[in-house]
């Protein structure tokens, strides 16, 4: 055999030899990958248990077990804790939960209940972080009263205007404490024009916030003259308009 063959022949050995190993280990990565897997799906370490902690004031398990019935997939290996936390988001009450495996078969889940201030006007409730969301409005009445409320407020508007209703309604509601006042319903035009309904008080129209901090100075101005108008006309007024340049326009009941 001549050098040349002989040489081809040692390169064709060492290809094979490579090609041989490479497969071999595949077919252990594979073997392993197997062996992993078989074992992830054992029953012992399907979830025997879920341990939910919390403020879970108005969630009962029998809720939960109701919500979540059929969706949730997998054991400690397997399950996706993303989609998991999502079908406990679901659940009437939860603003926010957050869940995480315990070796080798519980979940432990921690929720967060809404906190809700007002009824929007289509029916579902609003809450301190201006989420919307569907609960009974008589236990959200009771759990407003318990948290130091006087109650749910009443808010109409596009629902897009949610989050900043509850934003506003902390500042509002500072606002006219300085004059004895409180707010019971909040609404925005669909050109994004507010007034308020004082609780046993006047509508105060406030008008667009434009440019930016009209509404509050507006409020401001009322606040600051309220006690004087009350003083004048010896009556709450029934209606007081801010939105003249110039001054206040003042509806008083007829007598």
């Known amino acids: 055999m001549s050098a040349a063959a002989t040489q081809r022949a040692q390169v064709a050995f060492e290809r094979a030899n490579r090609i041989a190993g490479r497969l071999l280990r595949a077919a252990i990565v594979i073997s392993i990958a197997g062996g992993l ?3 992830a799906q054992r029953p012992r370490f399907d979830f025997h248990r879920i341990v939910v902690r919390g403020d879970a004031l108005h969630i009962t398990r029998q809720t939960l077990r109701q919500a979540t019935a059929g969706r949730l997939a997998g054991n400690y290996f397997t399950i996706d804790l993303a989609a998991a936390r ?3 988001e679901a659940v009437p009450w939860v603003a926010q939960a957050s869940v995480r495996r315990v070796w080798p078969d519980r ?3 921690t929720l967060t209940e809404h906190r809700p201030i007002g009824l929007w006007s289509d029916g579902r409730l609003l809450s301190d972080r201006g989420v ?4 009974n409005p008589a236990e959200a009445e009771a759990a407003a009263v318990e948290a130091g ?4 407020v009443e808010f109409s508007g596009p629902a897009r205007d949610a989050g900043e209703a509850a934003r506003r309604l902390h500042d509002f509601e500072q606002t006219l404490a300085r004059c004895g006042l409180a707010v019971a319903a909040i609404d925005v035009s669909d050109r994004a024009a507010w007034s308020i309904q004082a609780r046993g008080g006047p509508r105060l129209e406030l008008g667009r916030d434009d440019p930016a901090g009209t509404v509050d100075r507006r409020l401001a101005e009322i606040v600051a003259r309220y006690p004087t108008l009350v003083q004048r006309l010896n009556a709450t007024p029934l209606r007081i308009d801010a939105r003249y340049p110039n001054g206040l326009a003042v509806a008083v009941p007829q007598t």
């Open 107 to 109: 979940l432990v889940v």
């Open 86 to 88: 999502r079908v406990f």
């Open 37 to 39: 897997l078989w074992f």
């Open 149 to 152: 409320r006087a109650g749910l």
């Open 132 to 135: 919307l969301f569907d609960a």
